[in-house]
């Protein structure tokens, strides 16, 4: 007798509108030189901060509190969006697959089964991020999955790498190359032909998302697929040190293939041949799915589209179904509240720039594109930059994502207006501290906007993160001291951290007696959905983590 009507809540009356602002990379951390968001310039969040603390408080934004597999995990925008949309904490892609590797249920699988029909005559490929960041791959997985394949009978295996920069040091790269090349020559002493075939950035290689760049994409195809680069070598350290002395980091990298003494690349994808994408994270794997599986595709010139057997790791998107071969079942994310809201008439509005549009859409409705009802849900994205580092222009679109969510909440017509503010860890990312410092200014007053129309029209916001990245952008030691590399300068930290995030809520729309309840100190991303129910005027479902407010005074 399940049903998707909302009970009412007691004490919580309908009808205001909620502003629900994830500010992304945004997390707590003490007072330093290197944490942007206390160098930069931020009076709205310092006032909410500043305040009473009913209605300020930290959330657990990293580790098991967002399903990630240890406390070592450091958060990222898919787990913290799934579990703010979803309301419930799900085993992620990370742990999934762990599982799956170590009980061996993974060669057990569909997925497995199909590709290994190429084993016998043809090549496996394997295609993905390079590093142990644990976001969007890990390395101990594909060793895993590289010793498991062997053994069940992949004779000639071709790996395709992105060294990545992002989830982990810059510089990184070098050593998980030669931790992959150590485990290939395993292989080869055991006859089995496996080789590195290409490589490049994940940044400027193939792991684009939200169709901000097919030309990503297009890059990564042609070395992958089609063989071809701007770059050739004969060993991938080689590559890595040569492209790096350069001048390019890990993150852009440009694209290369390993050629034989013949100068021919020595792992193009061919008719009959298997291809597995081993990342497990979904966004920034979808496009690269849709180049390998759609018959019918016009994003770029594929020039020649093997006829193949192709897995992901996951199923990277729960709607189109892609990919549809997978060697490892993804969370199954179901019921969120944006499609318990829907069903309980709330009007969604949701925005971002194209760079993390997919996080409060795709994201927070459990890795699923689309509308749940046309009717009720409104989803605007504006374009991004494309083909810049956005220290560059570390104000992004803010002011735009800003005025977007201003509009739409004084025009009336919207319940909820959800946006996602990507300074703080777009820019983090960079790693340039000058410009993330800029970057948390001009999100700070994206928020002020926005908080701003709520106070007009009598609504309540509701202000977070995902996971924290622009308030530390050192790479630290046990005791917190910035670690100093071989010439003395400090390590940029460009990747996310383990901090917990903020939450505010306020607004004249606030219920009288609405605030933080007490008992709830270990709360976190998933505790979320139940609170913004709550304002809605509902009660959440009973599976939901508990919500973080109490009414008192009744
Ligand atoms: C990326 O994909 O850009 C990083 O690996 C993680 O960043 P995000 O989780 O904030 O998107
Ligand atoms: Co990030």
Redesign the pocket.
């Given at each position: 007798d399940f049903s998707w009507k909302l009970a009412d809540h007691p004490n919580i009356p309908k009808g205001k509108t909620i502003a629900l602002i994830v500010l992304?990379?945004w997390g707590e951390a003490s007072p330093d030189p290197y944490n942007c968001i206390h160098v930069a310039d931020t009076p709205t969040m310092d006032s909410l901060k500043k305040g009473n603390p009913d209605y300020w408080r930290l959330v657990r934004a990293h580790g098991t509190a967002v399903g990630l597999p240890t406390e070592d995990d450091m958060g990222?925008?898919?787990v913290g969006h799934n579990a703010l949309g979803a309301g419930r904490i799900f085993a992620q892609g990370a742990k999934l697959v762990d599982a799956a590797l170590a009980s061996g249920k993974i060669y057990d699988g569909e997925g497995f089964n199909y590709i290994k029909e190429c084993f016998e005559t043809n090549t496996l490929h394997l295609i993905g991020l390079l590093s142990d960041?644990g976001?969007?791959s890990r390395l101990d997985q594909l060793q895993l999955l590289l010793k498991g394949a062997s053994e069940k009978g992949a004779k000639r295996i071709r790996v395709h790498f992105l060294t990545d920069g992002?989830?982990v040091l810059d510089g990184s790269s070098v050593a998980f190359v030669e931790a992959l090349e150590q485990d290939l020559e395993q292989l080869r002493k055991k006859g089995v032909d496996a080789r590195i075939a290409s490589g490049g950035g994940r940044m400027y290689v193939t792991m684009d998302r939200y169709e901000n760049d097919w030309g990503v994409v297009k890059r990564g195809w042609d070395a992958q697929v089609l063989g071809e680069a701007p770059y050739k070598f004969k060993s991938a350290v080689e590559a890595v040190k040569k492209l790096r002395a350069d001048g390019h980091n890990d993150q852009y990298l440009p694209p290369f293939v390993i050629v034989d003494e013949n100068e021919k690349p020595v792992g193009p994808v061919v008719d009959g041949d298997a291809v597995v994408t081993v990342n497990f994270r979904a966004?920034?794997m979808t496009m690269v799915a849709k180049a390998l599986e759609y018959e019918n595709f016009d994003s770029f010139d594929r020039v020649r589209f093997p006829k193949i057997r192709y897995a992901g790791m996951l199923q990277y998107d729960g709607e189109l179904k892609l990919p549809s071969h997978y060697l490892v079942s993804p969370p199954e994310i179901d019921r969120t509240s944006g499609e318990y809201l829907v069903h309980n008439g709330i009007r969604t509005f949701a925005c971002s720039e194209t760079v993390k549009f997919g996080h409060v859409t795709f994201f927070w409705n459990g890795n699923r594109s689309g509308y749940f009802n046309s009717e009720f849900e409104e989803y605007v994205e504006i374009p991004s930059d494309s083909g810049i580092t956005f220290n560059v222009q570390p104000k992004m679109k803010a002011l735009e994502i800003g005025e977007k969510a201003r509009d739409a909440i004084l025009s009336g017509k919207f319940d909820q207006v959800r946006v996602n503010i990507p300074n703080g860890?777009m820019v983090g990312?960079t790693g340039d501290i000058e410009a993330t410092v800029v970057a948390c200014k001009a999100a700070d007053e994206a928020v002020k906007m926005i908080l701003d129309a709520i106070e007009q029209v009598g609504g309540i916001y509701v202000v977070t993160a995902d996971?924290g990245n622009a308030e530390d952008m050192v790479k630290r030691n046990k005791t917190g001291q910035p670690l100093l590399d071989k010439n003395g300068q400090i390590q940029i930290l460009t990747s996310?951290t383990l901090q917990p995030v903020p939450i505010a809520i306020g607004g004249p729309g606030l219920a009288p007696g609405v605030r933080f309840r007490k008992d709830v100190p270990d709360g976190g991303l998933a505790n979320v959905a139940a609170t913004v129910m709550n304002l809605h005027g509902f009660e959440a479902p009973s599976d939901y983590e508990p919500t973080l407010i109490e009414v008192v005074g009744n």
């Open positions: 992304d990379g990222n925008s898919e960041g976001v969007h992002r989830d966004d920034r860890d990312h996971h996310h």
